[in-house]
């Protein structure tokens, strides 16, 4: 997966192939579809979600240029796939998923993996989770509308966002970074999202 998916393609940063080396993905796959875990693609993960394709994991991770001090904000646990490649890569994360079921068991898989600098919280993630902010980076894994302005607030000085925009069918992959200048915006390419649903996002 990492040769043939991420290297093959544009990902670089060693710590990115490295962390996504370690993270055992079909862990966090439906048993039925694990022997498809490592494919180029998105898998169902039941509740009409989906744990994102390995390229856009590593895409999304990798835009955050991480070192390993951040605390860093996820929304959209999901499966908590990328919450664990997160994990790897920056001091704490705080994950918020707005399904129940989802966030039980993507908590329950991170435990299993011995990770203790993940918190996932149930709830709508929109919001952001100010009682731990500011945060050096966020991460929005769901498709947004447009950019859900307490994230923005929650995200410290010099931080960046990472979040997939536009209609519902097709969204560009967005990077804002906070500067002294005000918002700088990079187009990291086209992608395709589950919605994100709440407050600051669709409808439901
Ligand atoms: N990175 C995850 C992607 C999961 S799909 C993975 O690889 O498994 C996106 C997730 O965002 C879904 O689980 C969905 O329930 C969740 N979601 C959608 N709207 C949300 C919101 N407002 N707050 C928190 N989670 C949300």
């Known amino acids: 997966m990492v040769q043939d998916q991420l290297q093959s393609r544009d990902i670089k940063d060693p710590r990115v192939l490295q962390a996504m080396a370690r993270v055992p993905r079909?862990?966090?796959?439906?048993?039925?579809?694990?022997?498809?875990?490592?494919?180029?693609?998105?898998?169902?993960?039941?509740?009409?979600?989906?744990?994102?394709?390995?390229?856009?994991?590593?895409?999304?991770?990798?835009?955050?240029?991480?070192?390993?001090?951040?605390?860093?904000?996820?929304?959209?646990?999901?499966?908590?796939?990328?919450t664990a490649v997160l994990a790897e890569l920056c001091a704490e994360v705080y994950s918020v998923e707005r399904?129940?079921?989802?966030?039980?068991?993507?908590?329950?898989?991170?435990?299993?993996?011995g990770y203790r600098n993940v918190f996932i919280f149930t709830g709508d993630g929109t919001l952001g989770l100010a009682k731990h902010a500011p945060y050096d980076a966020v991460v929005i894994s769901a498709a947004?509308?447009?950019l859900p302005r307490p994230l923005l607030d929650q995200l410290g000085p010099g931080g960046c966002l990472v979040v997939p925009m536009g209609e519902e069918e097709l969204?560009?992959?967005?990077?804002?970074?906070?500067?002294?200048?005000?918002?700088?915006?990079?187009?990291?390419?086209?992608?395709?999202?589950?919605?994100?649903?709440?407050?600051?996002?669709?409808?439901?």
């Open 144 to 146: 947004a509308p447009c």
């Open 171 to 204: 969204q560009t992959l967005v990077r804002i970074r906070k500067t002294s200048e005000g918002l700088k915006e990079d187009y990291l390419g086209e992608c395709h999202f589950v919605k994100l649903v709440g407050t600051y996002g669709w409808e439901e």
């Open 26 to 82: 079909h862990l966090f796959i439906p048993e039925e579809l694990r022997d498809r875990a490592y494919e180029d693609r998105p898998l169902p993960i039941g509740q009409d979600q989906t744990i994102s394709q390995p390229y856009m994991v590593a895409l999304m991770v990798e835009a955050m240029g991480l070192s390993g001090k951040e605390r860093v904000l996820e929304v959209g646990t999901g499966s908590g796939y990328e």
């Open 99 to 113: 399904l129940e079921r989802l966030a039980v068991r993507a908590r329950s898989v991170i435990a299993s993996l």
